[in-house]
T-cell receptor
Framework: DAGVIQSPRHEVTEMGQEVTLRCKPISGHNSLFWYRQTMMRGLELLIYFNNNVPIDDSGMPEDRFSAKMPNASFSTLKIQPSEPRDSAVYFC???????????????FGPGTRLTVL | AQTVTQSQPEMSVQEAETVTLSCTYDTSESDYYLFWYKQPPSRQMILVIRQEAYKQQNATENRFSVNFQKAAKSFSLKISDSQLGDAAMYFCAYRRIGGSQGNLIFGKGTKLSVKP
């Protein structure tokens, strides 16, 4: 398996522009997570999907951020309009979550480094 | 709310020596999972070791082992026979069981340097 795939790996944009980050989870996984990593706040969960349905979006910072998962093999995280404080590394992770509790390891993608000028 | 604290922003170890990274957490749950992730300069998050809170036995993965003290809410990582490739950021993470199962809560990380 190719693992979790994210694109682009690097994105540089100007303030006010729309940014779309993409993620392809591991085939067969039913849960997908978007995390953001910054020096100030560390790694924090933005949103979590289970079976393509958003379960917890309490970490989404504001209305400028939106995430979709139209099918089991693709998700997007969109920022519109972007601001310099959105500069960070954005990780996508996927997991196979069973109905019964289990260790459910999360596998991370390589991340997208976003720079907003 | 659960929190994870790593009190050592940076650590250094001599190659072939042993180093211990500290992690404490706060939770009112009785069952949960704990993890250590490694993040090398490539940025890839790699799972190093994991521990189920209901298991008393400390987890071990080759040169990596944990000291899990449930009552003290402590979860330290010991790296034996340190290698140059162990140099990375190490993150301790907590995840509850049930409910919104997915949410990993991370500490701020410890940067480990390995000296040849």
């Amino acid at each position: 398996d190719a693992g979790v795939i994210q694109s682009p790996r690097h994105e540089v944009t100007e303030m006010g522009q729309e940014v779309t980050l993409r993620c392809k989870p591991i085939s067969g996984h039913n849960s997908l997570f978007w995390y953001r990593q910054t020096m100030m706040r560390g790694l924090e969960l933005l949103i979590y999907f289970n079976n393509n349905v958003p379960i917890d979006d309490s970490g989404m910072p504001e209305d400028r951020f939106s995430a979709k998962m139209p099918n089991a093999s693709f998700s997007t995280l969109k920022i519109q309009p972007s601001e310099p404080r959105d500069s960070a590394v954005y990780f996508c992770a996927s997991s196979l979550v069973y109905l019964s509790p289990g260790i459910n390891e999360q596998f991370f993608g390589p991340g997208t480094r976003l720079t907003v000028l | 709310a659960q929190t994870v604290t790593q009190s050592q922003p940076e650590m250094s170890v001599q190659e072939a020596e042993t180093v211990t990274l500290s992690c404490t957490y706060d939770t009112s749950e009785s069952d949960y999972y704990l993890f250590w992730y490694k993040q090398p300069p490539s940025r890839q998050m790699i799972l190093v070791i994991r521990q189920e809170a209901y298991k008393q036995q400390n987890a071990t993965e080759n040169r990596f082992s944990v000291n899990f003290q449930k009552a003290a809410k402590s979860f330290s990582l010991k790296i034996s026979d340190s290698q140059l490739g162990d140099a990375a950021m190490y993150f301790c993470a907590y995840r509850r069981i049930g409910g919104s199962q997915g949410n990993l809560i991370f500490g701020k990380g410890t940067k480990l340097s390995v000296k040849p």
